[in-house]
């Protein structure tokens, strides 16, 4: 908006300009020849709204949104079946008692031999060192497959398992190689046993995962009984039909009702 002044106005086009003489911050209506009414103030264009802003709703406490589209379920391994358990938790224990008792027996011989031929205490100690670093060795590997037994995940009791199927195949060879007796045989059948252990543990782990949530993650999902989904299904439709008002009346006649 220019400031006109009276002489320059003449020329001006008609409209609202500034007057010469009117207070400062307004304007008045030239018609191309004169002034025609009183100043107004010069109106200053509003400034447009800033968009909005979108800000996310705080979930409540029973909503929950999926990050895209629908959440994957939510799976885990199948559990070790109680037979599996019991079977690894039990050959752990076997084989840890001969375990103990021989460190037990040769802690006592190094004590005496200690005492009795002194000359032989470095190879009783060395002994015991060597035996010690097994019986820890051995002893780790055994916890490892309780714990995995215990907590029903066959993917840990594979590697347990496996590792000890190993050392047993391992002794059972040196035994054999010392001739077949009562000794041989229990360690063949410990040997049998713990290949059955990874044997099983294998095909446990192979199974389809077991789904432990709902599309939502909201409500786990428990075992179906046999039969169950054809048991909801016909009380459900019994309960219709004793729900359901009857299309018969007792003459045999239409019921429009019922409808």
Wanted: hydrophobic share 50%; no cysteine.
């Amino acid at each position: 908006m220019t400031e006109v002044a009276e002489p320059q106005a003449r020329s001006a086009a008609a409209g609202w300009h500034v007057a010469t003489g009117d207070p400062s911050g307004t304007e008045r209506y030239w018609d191309g020849t004169a002034w025609v009414g009183q100043p107004r103030p010069i109106a200053v264009p509003m400034p447009l709204p800033a968009p909005p802003v979108h800000q996310p709703a705080a979930p409540g406490p029973y909503s929950q949104v999926p990050d895209a589209g629908y959440a994957a379920p939510a799976t885990r391994e199948v559990e070790i079946p109680d037979g599996l358990k019991t079977l690894a938790i039990t050959l752990s224990v076997l084989k840890a008692l001969p375990l103990l008792a021989t460190f037990l027996i040769m802690l006592v011989a190094t004590s005496f031999l200690e005492e009795i031929v002194p000359e032989l205490r470095g190879v009783a100690y060395a002994v015991m060192a060597v035996f010690t670093v097994i019986l820890v060795v051995l002893g780790g590997l055994l916890v490892g497959q309780v714990a995995a037994a215990r907590k029903g995940r066959p993917g840990n009791l594979v590697v347990w398992a496996s590792i000890l199927a190993v050392f047993d195949a391992l002794n059972l060879a040196s035994n054999i190689s010392d001739g077949v007796g009562t000794q041989t045989m229990i360690v063949a059948s410990m040997t049998a046993a713990q290949v059955f252990v990874v044997v099983w543990a294998v095909r446990t782990k192979q199974l389809p995962p077991q789904i432990v949530r709902s599309t939502y993650g909201l409500t786990p999902l428990a075992p179906a009984r046999p039969n169950q989904t054809f048991d909801d299904l016909e009380a459900r439709l019994d309960a219709a039909v004793e729900a359901a008002p009857s299309l018969l009346n007792e003459d045999g006649s239409f019921n429009p009702d019922g409808l």
